[in-house]
């Protein structure tokens, strides 16, 4: 079972890597994603607090180690899967082909399980804001 995680952790962070280097592509410019849930997620943060990039979120894990850097981690990647979450729901609503929708379900499946394993480590391990 721990195998099993590690591997949709990593297959995890290769989606989402390689949506948001189309979302990147597609803008021809180097910005950070916005997301809706991301600024609903937490209310006490502004704008350009969750206005967060890729490089931004590695740096937050720059000379971490221990509960602090699995903390850090995941914080950022609970954020970061439901950014994945948000861009596949608006690839249902908005895609021409069925195999990007299939795809974005599975992201959808495969995110959610993720977040709720994340979730479930946070309460077992006392890892509260």
């Given at each position: 079972?721990?195998?099993?995680?590690?591997?949709?952790?990593?297959?995890?962070?290769?989606?989402?890597?390689?949506?948001?280097?189309v979302?990147?592509?597609?803008?021809?410019?180097?910005e950070?994603i916005?997301?809706?849930?991301?600024?609903?997620?937490?209310?006490?943060?502004?704008?350009?607090?969750t206005?967060?990039?890729?490089?931004d979120?590695?740096?937050?894990?720059?000379?971490?180690?221990?509960?602090?850097?699995?903390?850090?981690?995941?914080?950022?990647?609970?954020?970061?899967?439901?950014?994945a979450?948000?861009?596949?729901?608006?690839?249902?609503?908005?895609?021409?082909?069925?195999?990007?929708?299939?795809?974005?379900?599975?992201?959808?499946?495969?995110?959610?399980?993720?977040?709720?394993?994340?979730?479930?480590?946070?309460?077992?391990?006392?890892?509260?804001?």
């Open positions: 079972m721990k195998n099993q995680s590690i591997i949709y952790g990593i297959g995890g962070l290769i989606i989402g890597a390689l949506l948001t280097g979302l990147m592509f597609s803008q021809n410019k180097k950070p916005k997301s809706n849930s991301m600024m609903n997620h937490d209310t006490s943060k502004t704008d350009s607090e206005n967060m990039s890729m490089e979120m590695m740096s937050g894990l720059k000379g971490k180690t221990g509960d602090n850097f699995d903390k850090t981690f995941i914080l950022e990647m609970t954020e970061h899967h439901q950014g979450i948000d861009m596949a729901k608006e690839a249902q609503k908005s895609a021409k082909h069925e195999e990007v929708k299939g795809l974005a379900q599975d992201i959808i499946t495969a995110q959610e399980k993720e977040i709720g394993q994340m979730k479930d480590w946070q309460k077992t391990w006392e890892y509260t804001k």
